[in-house]
């Protein structure tokens, strides 16, 4: 099957094409049909199998096909379609999507999150925005101070619902959604189904068709998976070794901390490994930077944070190590699937010491396999080194700090109203509260 066998215009199947896809991925032959019937839709797929345009695609035509939209009251054109994000990253490669498949339809987009000034954004949005893509707490900034209108929204997509949901999101969510009319197609797409998931759909949406091209949390059949046991305090020098003797580039590398990405940066430096991190603590400017390094190849390591498990969209991405497992075992497959992505083949390898024995239990009693245990010569374990506890998944860093170990659990959306301007959550974009007399914050971060 091609494109042009689902119902797409011309102008939409000229620009795929001029992206080199010719062939639909199976999410994208199940959810683009039933999104043009304008049908609800509830998709679970793992990342790499081009969900983002089984969305986008459908949501251009739908809204390409119907352009005599009278303005609002205040003259100004409707927005007619918003994508919501969990993170900065990922409404920035959504919106590159939007703009790259759209590029011969007369419709605007644009994005909005925090970390980067408000200004611009305002300017934006006094002309014509047919689709917005917004990351939940900037875009309530926007209807706090009453410069965006969503009462005309034709389309919502959330987009990784789920990761939403573990960020602490629903509030902001259900804010939102009471400002979207009643009438309108919903697209939720999720990578990892849960409790949560399946009670925010059953709020939202209208008689769905679900749609899975995969079984529930499991990682992608193409990405070679590998465990090394070491010492704690070996990480770090069997990490450079892995990338020296194997001569890797484009190395993604995962840390709990924001303060062990940051040291992790520093210490591959001595070894004249070339990295940045990315994590909430870092400006939106420097993100990106890192970002576009990583992405042309001209940076050999990137270190990070969960914040990029799903924003990251690099093709052939070859190499994820977990220099860190993940507290949440669901984050190990949004980790490793950032490799092995559309039918790509791809290497996931695990740095585990003594510390996270239980959290290895509980990744494989999730993906239903026994990870395979290698060991490299000169990196064998000490035997009498005894686990120490991660509380919350964090390690207080050697030496002191002030490194928090206990994270509070998201807070009421009043409580967070009442925060003070540089609260942050865990992907550094600031939550706002509900309330439209909340105060008036001057920046956002």
């Keep these: 099957m091609s494109f042009s066998n689902l119902g797409l215009s011309p102008e939409i199947i000229r620009a795929v094409s001029e992206l080199g896809y010719d ?12 999104a043009l019937a304008g049908g609800d839709i509830m998709a679970g797929a793992q990342t790499g199998t081009g969900k983002t345009a089984s969305f986008t695609l459908p949501l251009l035509q739908r809204l390409s096909s119907d352009q005599n939209v009278k303005n609002n009251a205040n003259g100004f054109p409707p927005i007619r379609a918003l994508i ?4 900065r990253e990922l409404a920035a490669q959504v919106q590159e999507s939007v703009r790259d498949y759209g590029k011969y339809l007369n419709l605007n987009s644009m994005v909005m999150f925090g970390g980067v000034s408000i200004g611009p954004q305002k300017q934006k949005l006094r002309h014509r925005v047919d689709i917005l893509v917004a990351t939940p707490g900037r875009l309530l900034d926007h209807v706090q101070q009453g410069t965006v209108n969503l009462s005309r929204v034709e389309v919502l997509v959330l987009d990784e619902a789920d990761r939403m949901l573990d960020m602490g999101f629903i509030n902001d969510i259900r804010r939102v959604l009471s400002l979207l009319p009643k009438q309108r197609q919903n697209l939720l797409f999720f990578a990892t189904f849960s409790d949560k998931v399946k009670t925010l759909a059953a709020g939202l949406l209208n008689n769905p068709t679900m749609i899975e091209v995969a079984r529930r949390n499991v990682t992608a059949a193409k990405i070679v998976q590998k465990v090394y046991h070491v010492d704690r305090e ?22 709990r901390t924001k303060y062990g990405a940051d040291r992790l940066v520093k210490q591959l430096g001595e070894d004249r490994i070339q990295a940045l991190a ?42 994820v190590i977990n220099y860190d497992l993940p507290n949440v075992p669901e984050d190990y497959v949004h980790r490793i699937g950032r490799t092995g992505r559309a039918g790509a083949e ?34 064998a374990v000490n035997p009498e080194i005894k686990a120490e506890p ?20 998201p807070k009421s959306a009043s409580q967070r109203s009442a925060k003070p301007a540089s609260s942050r959550t865990a992907a550094g974009e600031k939550k706002s509260g509900p309330s439209s007399s909340a105060p008036r914050r001057s920046k956002r971060k």
């Design 23 to 34: 062939k639909p991925t199976p999410i994208q032959m199940q959810a683009i049909p039933v």
């Design 84 to 87: 919501l994000t969990p993170t």
């Design 234 to 255: 070996r990480k770090r020098q069997l990490l450079a070794h892995l990338i020296q003797a194997n001569k890797w580039y484009q190395v993604l590398v995962f840390s």
């Design 278 to 319: 990315i994590h909430g603590n870092k400006s939106q400017g420097a993100r990106t930077h890192a970002l576009a390094k990583f992405k042309d190849g001209t940076l050999q390591v990137l270190v990070a944070t969960d914040i990029a498990a799903r924003g990251l969209d690099i093709s052939e991405l070859p190499h």
């Design 346 to 379: 791809g290497q996931a390898i695990s740095l585990v010491c003594v510390d996270e024995h239980h959290l290895l239990a509980d990744i494989e009693k999730l993906i239903e396999q026994r990870l395979p245990k290698e060991f490299i010569p000169g990196f």
């Design 390 to 409: 991660i509380p919350n998944g964090r390690k207080a860093p050697s030496g002191g700090g002030g490194h928090k170990t206990r994270r509070s659990a």
